[in-house]
């Protein structure tokens, strides 16, 4: 259903621009499109990387399975809390998305209950259907219905697959410090710890923090050069959990970012040229839509500094020469975090979202000042 609303809203949507041949018809009717470019790249991406998605989506399942029915209750209790946090994520970002496509669809119909005006939904039409006729503006506005509800899905649906992989963030760095509080616990003790046993406990940290963090390595038979030392590790994937999520949601970020910014200018200018009722609710659309991924990427980034600060929890000074030269190994790998960017240029972090915002607002201005000369 995804699939054909975006080929009714991209094939109407140029058929319409074409009939039309008026610019400012032409903004109206292409207003929608950097939404509908989101939907195409989203459905590209996971058909495209569903083996990948899959593998990275195990990867998260495997350190639940791990970690549910451990000894110690507490981890159990971050996981259940870990959920929660997702669940909560997850109404927040449909209840926006329900506020944009229930807006854009009552207010059009409320403004022709007390007025009498037609106004429809979206800025395009049905061909071979004549939409100023009674039965042809309500088959049109059908048409319209159909397509946004259909699309709202399909765009929370891609939404939430990026949250559910980013915000697992925060069980990785939940179980790290859980894991990093026994260690401390073990080798604090009074009395005489093994160096093995250390040593098998720094192991277990590190090759969880691995899983986690791009940490690039030199492989030779399953040993990791560290400082010269050799660490004897069970590599459990060839790629980290977040460099895999960085190459997966790479492209869907960029695109959605930059498209956001450019429907907002648009719609922006539409509303300022037209009578478009719906289009302030799709405004307040748009704008969350450009939010949504800079306020994760903003948690995502905490969430890697916190994991720098459990790092430096560890009992250093209780730890032999060799093993604090592992503990600064992982120290240096988690300053180097890899963040997700925008185009490459741009770290993905609400600061980048307030300088999108600057410039849109830049642009604005520039269209108030055009269309008041006009």
């Not at 050069?225 to 949601?249: G, K, M, P, Q, T």
Request: aromatic share 14%.
């Amino acid at each position: 259903m995804c699939i054909t609303a975006c080929l009714i809203y991209g094939g109407f949507t140029l058929n319409t621009a074409i009939i039309e041949r008026h610019s400012k018809f032409a903004f109206q009717a292409l207003v929608m499109t950097g939404l509908w470019m989101q939907g195409i790249n989203k459905l590209f991406v996971f058909i495209y990387n569903a083996h990948n998605l899959y593998e990275l989506n195990q990867s998260a399942l495997k350190v639940y399975l791990d970690f549910e029915n451990h000894s110690d209750p507490r981890f159990a209790t971050n996981l259940q809390e870990s959920c929660d946090r997702l669940r909560r994520a997850l109404i927040i970002v449909f209840t926006f998305y329900c506020v944009g496509v229930s807006g854009m669809i009552i207010l059009p119909l409320t403004v022709n209950m007390f007025t009498g005006e037609r106004h429809l939904i979206m800025q395009f039409y049905v061909p071979g259907i004549d939409h100023t006729t009674q039965w042809g503006f309500w088959i049109t506005q059908g048409f319209h219905v159909f397509v946004l509800i259909v699309g709202g899905l399909g765009m929370f649906a891609g939404d939430l697959v990026i949250l559910v992989h980013l915000l697992q963030s925060y069980i990785f760095r939940d179980v790290l410090r859980l894991k990093i509080d026994i260690f401390n616990t073990f080798v604090d003790e009074p009395g005489k710890q093994s160096d093995s046993d250390i040593q098998k406990g720094l192991v277990d940290i590190m090759q969880f923090h691995q899983l986690y963090l791009s940490c690039h390595t030199f492989d030779y038979g399953g040993a990791i050069y560290v400082s010269s030392e050799i660490i004897i590790l069970n590599i459990l994937y060839s790629n980290s959990f977040f460099a895999r999520c960085n190459d997966l949601f790479y492209t869907i970020v960029s695109i959605q970012v930059i498209t956001a910014a450019g429907c907002f200018i648009l719609t922006m200018f539409v509303l300022l040229t037209s009578v478009w009722p719906g289009g302030w609710a799709y405004a307040v659309g748009v704008a969350s839509n450009l939010y949504i991924y800079c306020i994760l990427g903003t948690l995502v980034e905490n969430c890697n500094d916190d994991l720098i600060y459990e790092v430096y929890n560890i009992s250093f000074y209780n730890l032999n020469a060799r093993q604090q030269r592992q503990v600064l190994f992982m120290l240096c790998k988690a300053q180097s975090t890899d963040m997700i960017q925008v185009l490459g240029v741009m770290p993905l972090a609400v600061s980048t979202g307030l300088q999108v915002t600057k410039s849109i607002y830049s642009v604005a201005m520039m269209m108030i000042n055009f269309v008041m000369k006009e």
